[in-house]
């Protein structure tokens, strides 16, 4: 088995993406990716890998190709809304600069 | 009439290699990263996963000169030491191979150009580890040198290869220091132990240096990798710069660097070192260093070995599969 030539994708185990999250009250963050055959093997070998140095209280796994994206390609239609709305953020209110507690 | 449908095709794709060259030239000019779903130039592409698959084979072959010293580690603490990170160069091959993944070739791919004898490893790995002080060299030069060469490559243009390259150097320091640790130890023990240390650096020396790659106008490559970002400093600049670290710490070992032409260049700011022997370099990349055939050797035979247990694991998840969706029909 482990001679067989390669590029043989049958052989391969499936790719997991791994977030882990560093402490109580932060949220999980994209570590990397590693093979496992399965979901469980997948969280060891993270655990493993992402967490020599108690880097993490908790872990999740999830199958790469699970993972939706967005196209990098329209990147300029797909986050157009917010161009222009500045109105959104504080910084846009500028008359009310020096008032306390605002 | 015929050939008319295939015209629009054609334009509409270069159209789309335009665009997407365009913006590859706007996020590098912006110093920016490329992500793997961005266009990126073939060169590139191709460029970044020989890097970076190479840099993922010298850190598993790079495990097995220290890893032969695990047993006859002097203590429990250094058996421990030697171990975790025997332990972290594995996981430094996992990331890096994670990150090149992420330019499609597969892993299992890169691993058989490995076995295949068909990639290359960093040089150093090839020489052999002879003594205890080895360990102490290799912590102190080998991983020190890596240091020098992998901080500016957190930087790089790639994404994952950068933070692939945060992990790591985060990591490199603690196996610097322990290495270091190791000579000091033996420079201040017995004459026996000192002459160990100093035999060990002597050995290291050079092929630490090599390890930064050929010399400036010798490397036709770098010139391509620093357009791209890839690459920050040239060879020797990063190299003079390491010399000039370890020329200090030399001192506080208590032992000598063996470069009889090693000075600091007040009028160009530089460290000078001897000249390399760059035709040893070249023989032991082209597969004709002491150690080469032995490691090729143990890394098929180690990747023989994990055959059943990589069946093991899938036989296992098969079987757990099956059950949960027996347990799912039941219910
Ligand atoms: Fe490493
Ligand atoms: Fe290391």
């Known amino acids: 088995m482990s001679n067989q030539p390669m590029g043989n994708q049958t052989n391969i185990w499936p790719l997991w993406e791994v977030f882990v999250r560093s402490s109580r009250g932060l949220s999980h963050v994209h570590a990397g990716s590693l093979h496992a055959p399965d979901a469980e093997m997948a969280l060891r070998n993270a655990r493993d890998l992402y967490t020599r140095r108690n880097e993490g209280v908790s ?12 196209d990098p390609d329209a990147k300029g239609s797909f986050f157009e809304s917010p161009q222009g709305k500045d109105y959104r953020h504080a ?3 500028t008359k009310s600069e020096g008032v306390k507690h605002l | 009439m015929a050939a008319a449908p295939l015209q629009p095709v054609a334009a509409e794709a270069s159209e789309e ?8 030239d706007r996020i590098i000019a912006d110093d920016s990263r490329i992500e793997p779903t961005d266009w990126m130039p073939e060169a590139y592409r191709k460029t970044l996963t020989r890097q970076i698959s190479q840099h993922a084979h010298s850190e598993i072959i790079g495990m097995q000169p220290e890893a032969n010293w695990i047993t006859r ?28 993944e992420t330019l499609g070739t597969p892993r299992d791919v890169l691993n058989q150009q490995l076995l295949d004898g068909k990639a290359k490893y960093s040089s150093i790995f090839n020489y052999p580890a002879r003594s205890w002080a080895d360990m102490g060299a290799i912590g102190w030069l080998v991983d020190g040198a890596a240091i020098a060469n992998q901080v500016p490559l957190c930087r790089a ?8 390259m945060v992990r790591i150097c985060k990591e490199e320091s603690f196996h610097q220091r322990q290495g270091f640790e190791i000579l000091l130890e033996l420079s201040h023990g017995t004459p026996e132990q000192k002459k160990m240390a100093q035999d060990a650096v002597n050995r290291f020396y050079a092929p630490a240096l090599m390890m930064f790659g050929p010399p400036d106008d010798d490397s036709p490559n770098s010139k391509q990798s620093m357009a791209w970002n890839i690459k920050r400093f040239s060879n020797d600049e990063l190299r003079q710069r390491f010399v000039g670290m370890i020329a200090e710490q030399v001192k506080v070992l208590g032992l000598t660097l063996p470069d009889p032409e090693l000075r600091f260049d007040e009028e160009t700011g530089k460290w000078i070192h001897m000249e390399l022997d760059w035709q040893e370099f070249k023989d032991v990349i082209a597969g004709r ?30 079987k757990a599969g099956q059950r949960k969706m027996q347990k799912a029909g039941a219910a």
């Not at chain 1, 872990?59 to 967005?70: K, R």
């Not at chain 2, 290699?17 to 590859?24: I, K, L, P, T, Y």
Request: glycine share 8%; net charge positive; with cysteine.
């Open chain 2, 157 to 164: 243009s790639y994404g994952p290869y950068g933070r692939a």
């Open chain 1, 59 to 70: 872990i999740w796994v999830v199958p790469s190709e699970a993972i939706t994206a967005s």
């Open chain 2, 17 to 24: 290699d335009r665009a997407g060259q365009a913006a590859f």
């Open chain 2, 289 to 318: 260093g002491p150690c080469n055939a032995q490691r090729l050797e143990r890394r098929r035979e180690a990747h023989a070995n994990g055959a059943w247990v990589r069946e093991a694991a899938r036989a296992y998840a098969q």
């Open chain 1, 91 to 93: 910084t846009y209110y």
């Open chain 2, 73 to 100: 580690a002097p203590s429990l603490k250094r058996k421990s030491i030697l171990m975790a990170k025997v332990q972290d160069e594995a996981g430094h091959g996992l990331y890096l191979y994670s990150a090149a």
